[in-house]
C-alpha cells in the first residue's frame, strides 16, 4: 500500500503495510523557537509551502513529534495535509508530555500516553495515526506498560501500527513480548554509526523497519556548516550545545564533510545527499527522515530516493569512519 502521489522507488516498510520513499520530510526544526531542543524561530508559511513542495515531488511520509514545539510541529503538519485528497503517511511519537510551564518531561504510563495520542489526532486532524512512536524508552522500567498502551490503541483503530524510537536491543525484546515491533527509529550518520553494531541487525533479522534520523547529522554534513556559522546560530539551537559541533570533534567532522563534497561533485549532487545515500545503503534501513524547511531544502535532497553510491566511495567513506575512530 502506497499513500501520496509518487513516481519515486518505494520500499517495504517492515511487517506493515506501507510502501514508503527512500526519504521522508522530517519535521523537527518544524516546531519553532522557545523549547529546549529548538532549532530557532521558523516561518510556519515556508514551512507549509516546504511540506507542499516534498509532496508534489512524491515524497510520500512526514515523520512528526507531539514533542516538537510543544505541539507546534504536529499543528504544522495538520495545516499542511488538510484538505488533500491523496494524503501522505503521517508518522508521529509520543512519551514526551510537558506541564504547564513548557517543561517537557519523560512519561510511558498508560494514560498519559492514551492522552498524548488523542492531542496529537486533534492536532493533525487525522482519524488514526499512521506509526505512533514511543519517543524514548524513558523511564526504563515502565517500558511494557508504553508498549501496551501503544498496542492498545492500535487495536483500537487510534493508530495503525507501532514503533519504537531509540531502544536498544535489549528493551527491543523485551516490547516483543508484549506486541510487535513495526519499525525502530535510531539515530545513523557517518558521524554515528554505532547502531550497525546490535541494533541494525537485529531489526533486519525481526523484520523491523528502520527510518534513521539525523543522516547528515543536524546540518553538520551538508557543506553549509562551517564554525564561523556555528557560532552564529541563535541561543536556543540546540547544537550549540553537541560535542560534535565544538572541537576537537568537529574537525574531524568537517574532513568528512570534505570527501562528501568531492564525491558530490564528480556526481552532481550536494554533499548531504552523499551522506544520506551512505545510510541507505544498509541493507537493514528502510528509508532516511531529513529536515526540511523551505523548498530550496526539499530540492537540495530530494535526489537522495535515487542517488546511490559506488562501492568504491562506499569504501573511502568506511575508511573515514575508520581513521577518526
Given at each position: 500500500m502506497t499513500k501520496g502521489h509518487t513516481n519515486l522507488p518505494v520500499r517495504q516498510f517492515g511487517n506493515t503495510d506501507m510502501q514508503i520513499t527512500p526519504v521522508g520530510f522530517g519535521s523537527w526544526a518544524l516546531g519553532g523557537g522557545g523549547w529546549v531542543y529548538a532549532w530557532g524561530p521558523q516561518d510556519d508559511s515556508e514551512s507549509i509551502t516546504a511540506i507542499h513542495h516534498a509532496m508534489d515531488l512524491g515524497i510520500n511520509w512526514i515523520d512528526t513529534a507531539a514533542g516538537y514545539g510543544l505541539g507546534h510541529s504536529e499543528e504544522v503538519v495538520g495545516k499542511s495535509i488538510a484538505g488533500m485528497t491523496n494524503p501522505p503517511y503521517i508518522f508521529t511519537k509520543c512519551g514526551l508530555p510537558w506541564n504547564e510551564k513548557g517543561e517537557i518531561y519523560d512519561s510511558l504510563k498508560r494514560n498519559s500516553l492514551r492522552r498524548e495520542c488523542e492531542n496529537s489526532l486533534k492536532r493533525l486532524n487525522v482519524g488514526a495515526i499512521d506509526l505512533y512512536q514511543i519517543h524514548w524508552p524513558r523511564p526504563d522500567e515502565d517500558i511494557e506498560e508504553?508498549?501496551?498502551?501503544?498496542?492498545?490503541?492500535?487495536?483500537?483503530?487510534?493508530?495503525?501500527?507501532?514503533?519504537?524510537?531509540?531502544?536498544?536491543?535489549?528493551?527491543?525484546?523485551?516490547?516483543?513480548?508484549?506486541?510487535?515491533?513495526?519499525?525502530?527509529?535510531?539515530?545513523?550518520?557517518?558521524?554515528?554509526?554505532?547502531?550497525?553494531?546490535?541494533?541494525?541487525?537485529?531489526?533486519?533479522?525481526?523484520?523491523?523497519g528502520v527510518i534513521v534520523y539525523s543522516p547528515m547529522y543536524s546540518g553538520l554534513l551538508t557543506g553549509k556548516m562551517t564554525?564561523?556559522?556555528?557560532?552564529?546560530?541563535?541561543?536556543?539551537?540546540?547544537?550549540?550545545?553537541?560535542?560534535?559541533?565544538?572541537?576537537?570533534?568537529?574537525?574531524?567532522?568537517?574532513?568528512?564533510?570534505?570527501?562528501?563534497?568531492?564525491?558530490?561533485?564528480?556526481?552532481?549532487?550536494?554533499?548531504?545527499?552523499?551522506?544520506?545515500?551512505?545510510?541507505?545503503?544498509?541493507?537493514?534501513?528502510?528509508?532516511?527522515?531529513?529536515?526540511m524547511r523551505s523548498p530550496s531544502q526539499v530540492d537540495g535532497i530530494f535526489p537522495a530516493n535515487e542517488f546511490r553510491l559506488s562501492e568504491a566511495e562506499i569504501k573511502e567513506l568506511d575508511q573515514l569512519i575508520a581513521d577518526k575512530l
Amino acid at each position: 500500500m502506497t499513500k501520496g502521489h509518487t513516481n519515486l522507488p518505494v520500499r517495504q516498510f517492515g511487517n506493515t503495510d506501507m510502501q514508503i520513499t527512500p526519504v521522508g520530510f522530517g519535521s523537527w526544526a518544524l516546531g519553532g523557537g522557545g523549547w529546549v531542543y529548538a532549532w530557532g524561530p521558523q516561518d510556519d508559511s515556508e514551512s507549509i509551502t516546504a511540506i507542499h513542495h516534498a509532496m508534489d515531488l512524491g515524497i510520500n511520509w512526514i515523520d512528526t513529534a507531539a514533542g516538537y514545539g510543544l505541539g507546534h510541529s504536529e499543528e504544522v503538519v495538520g495545516k499542511s495535509i488538510a484538505g488533500m485528497t491523496n494524503p501522505p503517511y503521517i508518522f508521529t511519537k509520543c512519551g514526551l508530555p510537558w506541564n504547564e510551564k513548557g517543561e517537557i518531561y519523560d512519561s510511558l504510563k498508560r494514560n498519559s500516553l492514551r492522552r498524548e495520542c488523542e492531542n496529537s489526532l486533534k492536532r493533525l486532524n487525522v482519524g488514526a495515526i499512521d506509526l505512533y512512536q514511543i519517543h524514548w524508552p524513558r523511564p526504563d522500567e515502565d517500558i511494557e506498560e508504553g508498549w501496551a498502551a501503544l498496542a492498545e490503541l492500535q487495536q483500537e483503530g487510534k493508530v495503525r501500527w507501532i514503533g519504537a524510537s531509540n531502544f536498544s536491543v535489549s528493551q527491543m525484546k523485551r516490547a516483543i513480548e508484549i506486541a510487535p515491533i513495526s519499525s525502530l527509529q535510531p539515530p545513523y550518520s557517518l558521524i554515528k554509526p554505532d547502531v550497525e553494531k546490535e541494533i541494525l541487525p537485529f531489526c533486519l533479522d525481526h523484520n523491523i523497519g528502520v527510518i534513521v534520523y539525523s543522516p547528515m547529522y543536524s546540518g553538520l554534513l551538508t557543506g553549509k556548516m562551517t564554525a564561523e556559522r556555528i557560532t552564529k546560530m541563535p541561543d536556543d539551537d540546540w547544537r550549540q550545545n553537541d560535542p560534535e559541533f565544538k572541537p576537537p570533534r568537529l574537525e574531524g567532522n568537517l574532513k568528512i564533510v570534505e570527501t562528501l563534497t568531492e564525491i558530490g561533485k564528480q556526481r552532481g549532487v550536494q554533499p548531504g545527499v552523499v551522506a544520506i545515500a551512505w545510510t541507505l545503503r544498509n541493507p537493514a534501513v528502510t528509508a532516511a527522515i531529513v529536515g526540511m524547511r523551505s523548498p530550496s531544502q526539499v530540492d537540495g535532497i530530494f535526489p537522495a530516493n535515487e542517488f546511490r553510491l559506488s562501492e568504491a566511495e562506499i569504501k573511502e567513506l568506511d575508511q573515514l569512519i575508520a581513521d577518526k575512530l
